[in-house]
C-alpha cells in the first residue's frame, strides 16, 4: 500500500509531518490490566498537571488549534482529537476501557498531546492520501454523526475519507476482530524532523509489544511525500 501527503498540507505549513506505522498479524483483546492501570494513573496524574496549565495553555493544543485554522476549519467547532481528550480529563470524565488497541492509542494521544488516527487496515481499500477534504466529501465518524471533510484534514482511500485529527470513521474502526491495522501519527510542526521518527518508532515498538506481529514505520514530510509499505 502507497501512502502519500499532499503538497496542499506541506505548502501551507512547510513542517508539516506525519507518522504512519502499519501492523500486521497482530492480536486485539481487553486490555490486560497493566494498561488499565496505567492509563488511570496518567490521567489523574495529567488532571493536576492541568490545574497548573489550563487545557487553553497548552503548547501542543495551540499548535493544534492554529493548524485547524490554517486550513478553514474552525477550532472551536471542530476540535483536534488530543484536545478532545485532555478536556474530559480536565473535568475528571476519564475515558472508559474499550479494548487494548484503543486504549493503548488514547494513551499514546493524551502523552503526546498530538491526535493519532487507528484503523482497520483490511477496511482500507487501495491506496492512502493525506490532504485537505473537499466540499462534497462527507464520512460517518465515530461521534455517531455524519462529518463534512471540507477543510479537514482527512486520510483517504479509493472510496473517500476515512480519518482525520478530529473524528476518525466506523468504516476502518479497529475491533477485536482487527489482524492487520494502520496508525496515522499526526505530529507537531514544531517537532523535529530528528526526533520524528524516534518518536513514531516509539509507538510502534509499544503497541506491538502489547499486540505481538510485525510492524513497519514511515514519516512522512515536505522532503519526503510517499511510502509504500509491503
Same mark, same amino acid.
Given at each position: 500500500?502507497?501512502?502519500?501527503?499532499?503538497?496542499?498540507?506541506?505548502?501551507?505549513?512547510?513542517?508539516?509531518?506525519?507518522?504512519?506505522?502499519?501492523?500486521?498479524?497482530?492480536?486485539?483483546?481487553?486490555?490486560?490490566?497493566?494498561?488499565?492501570?496505567?492509563?488511570?494513573?496518567?490521567?489523574?496524574?495529567?488532571?493536576?498537571?492541568?490545574?497548573?496549565?489550563?487545557?487553553?495553555?497548552?503548547?501542543?493544543?495551540?499548535?493544534?488549534?492554529?493548524?485547524?485554522?490554517?486550513?478553514?476549519?474552525?477550532?472551536?467547532?471542530?476540535?483536534?482529537?488530543?484536545?478532545?481528550?485532555?478536556?474530559?480529563?480536565?473535568?475528571?470524565?476519564?475515558?472508559?476501557?474499550?479494548?487494548?488497541?484503543?486504549?493503548?492509542?488514547?494513551?499514546?494521544?493524551?502523552?503526546?498531546?498530538? #491526535?493519532? !488516527?487507528?484503523?482497520?487496515? +483490511?477496511?482500507?481499500?487501495?491506496? $492512502? /492520501?493525506?490532504?485537505?477534504?473537499? *466540499?462534497?466529501? &462527507?464520512?460517518?465518524?465515530?461521534?455517531?454523526?455524519?462529518?463534512?471533510?471540507?477543510?479537514?484534514?482527512?486520510?483517504?482511500?479509493?472510496?473517500? #475519507?476515512? !480519518?482525520?485529527?478530529?473524528? +476518525?470513521?466506523?468504516?476502518?474502526? $479497529? /475491533?477485536?476482530?482487527?489482524?492487520? *491495522?494502520?496508525? &496515522?501519527?499526526?505530529?507537531?510542526?514544531?517537532?523535529?524532523?530528528?526526533?520524528?521518527?524516534?518518536?513514531?518508532?516509539?509507538?510502534?515498538?509499544?503497541?506491538?509489544?502489547?499486540?505481538?506481529? +510485525?510492524?513497519?514505520?514511515?514519516?512522512? /514530510?515536505?522532503?519526503?511525500?510517499?511510502?509504500?509499505?509491503?
Amino acid at each position: 500500500m502507497k501512502v502519500s501527503l499532499s503538497t496542499d498540507l506541506t505548502n501551507q505549513i512547510k513542517d508539516f509531518k506525519v507518522g504512519i506505522l502499519f501492523y500486521k498479524d497482530i492480536v486485539v483483546s481487553d486490555s490486560p490490566q497493566m494498561l488499565k492501570g496505567r492509563l488511570q494513573l496518567f490521567q489523574e496524574s495529567l488532571f493536576f498537571d492541568l490545574q497548573e496549565t489550563p487545557v487553553a495553555e497548552q503548547k501542543s493544543v495551540l499548535e493544534w488549534k492554529k493548524i485547524f485554522k490554517t486550513f478553514g476549519k474552525d477550532p472551536n467547532r471542530y476540535r483536534p482529537s488530543s484536545e478532545a481528550l485532555i478536556r474530559r480529563v480536565a473535568k475528571q470524565q476519564y475515558l472508559s476501557t474499550i479494548h487494548s488497541a484503543v486504549d493503548l492509542n488514547n494513551f499514546f494521544s493524551l502523552q503526546y498531546q498530538i #491526535p493519532i !488516527g487507528l484503523y482497520d487496515a +483490511d477496511h482500507i481499500q487501495g491506496d $492512502v /492520501t493525506i490532504r485537505v477534504g473537499q *466540499a462534497d466529501e &462527507v464520512f460517518e465518524g465515530l461521534n455517531g454523526r455524519e462529518n463534512q471533510a471540507e477543510n479537514l484534514i482527512v486520510s483517504c482511500d479509493d472510496v473517500g #475519507p476515512f !480519518g482525520s485529527p478530529f473524528v +476518525d470513521s466506523k468504516r476502518t474502526s $479497529v /475491533t477485536t476482530d482487527t489482524k492487520n *491495522a494502520m496508525h &496515522v501519527v499526526y505530529l507537531s510542526p514544531s517537532l523535529s524532523e530528528d526526533e520524528a521518527p524516534k518518536l513514531v518508532e516509539s509507538l510502534g515498538n509499544m503497541f506491538h509489544q502489547l499486540h505481538g506481529g +510485525d510492524f513497519q514505520y514511515s514519516v512522512l /514530510t515536505a522532503g519526503h511525500l510517499t511510502h509504500t509499505f509491503t
